[in-house]
């Protein structure tokens, strides 16, 4: 079975664009008062466990400003970095 090289990298375009999504939206939960039953927890959780060890690489380095905390957009940042130059090595 071959795989066409332009397949790949769309793909891995759109985890990062996924990805991307998640770290928004693990930032926007701190700001946007939600509710706290099971789908809405579990929902966080998930967040928490995919987008917060991530993102601890970058506040290692970068503290937070009073309440604004400039990692998730740092993080963004670097994903589409590297995205783009693994996309670009993948296809040529």
């Known amino acids: 079975m071959t795989f066409d090289r332009d397949l790949i990298a769309e793909f891995i375009s759109s985890l990062t664009l996924i990805y991307t999504l998640m770290i928004v939206a693990y930032s926007l939960q701190s700001f946007v008062p939600i509710g706290y039953s099971a789908p809405v927890m579990a929902i966080r959780r998930f967040l928490d466990d ?7 690489l970058f506040r290692r380095f ?6 604004i905390d400039l990692s998730a957009m740092v993080g ?15 296809a040529g």
């Open 50 to 56: 995919t987008v917060a060890p991530y993102l601890l």
């Open 76 to 90: 963004i940042f670097a994903l589409w970095i590297v995205s783009g130059i693994v996309r670009g090595f993948i």
């Open 62 to 67: 970068i503290r937070p400003i009073g309440p």
